[in-house]
């Protein structure tokens, strides 16, 4: 996986960079390679310079995959767990998707299934009886 990291109102260091890529890194694991890389765009920075108090960091993630795009945006006081925040909602998206291919695969799977023993006369490739 490409991980190509911006950074917004702040200076990108090498200890957040390497953080970025590390916790990024287990995203990989979500992600089928067929053919085209997936590329990792990720935005860290301040939404402000002059705020004393509420959310400063903002992390926004974007994964390009073969056939969709997953996005997540997290803001909160700390840098480091905005990071994690978009890490943990950019799984639970990819986590959510994978479950309903595997659902809507399985219903046509019981579908044909039905139609070939005979119990069902709906045909599963248009929906009509």
């Known amino acids: 996986m490409n991980i190509q990291i911006k950074a917004t109102n702040m200076e ?14 287990s995203v990989s694991k979500f992600v ?20 004393k108090n509420g959310d400063v960091f903002k992390s926004e993630a974007r994964l390009d995959t073969l056939g969709s795009n997953f996005t997540s945006i997290a803001e909160e006081e700390d840098l480091y767990k905005a990071i994690d925040a978009c890490k943990e909602d950019l799984v639970r998206e990819l986590t959510s998707s994978k479950d309903k291919k595997q659902t809507l695969y399985k219903r046509g799977a019981a579908s044909v299934k039905k ?4 119990l069902s006369k709906r045909n599963p490739f248009t929906s009509k009886y």
């Open 12 to 25: 990108l260091t090498a200890e957040i960079k390497a953080y970025i890529e590390k916790k990024m890194e």
């Open 32 to 51: 089928r390679h067929e053919g085209k890389e997936a590329i990792l765009y990720i935005e860290v920075g301040k939404t402000t310079n002059h705020h």
């Open 115 to 118: 139609m070939l023993k005979g």
